[in-house]
């Protein structure tokens, strides 16, 4: 079992940054991806970004120049910063693991970002 713990999430002005962090409980697995999703209200989740432990990452599009990935060498830990925050990037913001072999994928409780225009 793996256990995500998030942090960083709350009320910030439009333009503002903020920087998500999460920290995974491995114990005796190993994490292959790590990264971030987001869900607002009335909406599907979406990427955000994840980090392959090779360091490769994916961004979402929409968001691609605003945020950055990164993680701990250890890949227990993934962080995401956040530029420029828009109203429309008020959601809850969901960690994400998928662990190496069999490719199970754990998920964070939520940590909600809400960006006051």
């Known amino acids: 079992q793996v256990q995500l713990m998030e942090s960083g999430g709350g009320l910030v002005q439009a333009g503002e940054s903020l920087r998500l962090s999460c920290v995974a409980s491995?114990?005796?697995?190993?994490?292959?991806?790590m990264g971030w999703y987001r869900q607002a209200a009335g909406k599907q989740r979406e990427l955000v970004a994840i980090?392959?432990?090779?360091?490769?990452?994916r961004y979402a599009d929409s968001l691609e120049g605003r945020v950055t990935i990164s993680r701990s060498r250890a890949m227990d830990t993934v962080y995401l910063r956040m530029n420029n925050l828009k109203p429309e990037d008020t959601a809850v913001y969901y960690c994400?693991?998928?662990?190496?072999?069999?490719?199970?994928?754990?998920w964070g409780q939520g940590t909600q970002v809400t960006v006051s225009s």
């Open positions: 994400y693991a998928k662990l190496s072999g069999y490719g199970t994928v754990y």
């Open positions: 491995v114990s005796r697995f190993s994490i292959d991806t």
């Open positions: 980090i392959h432990v090779s360091g490769n990452t």
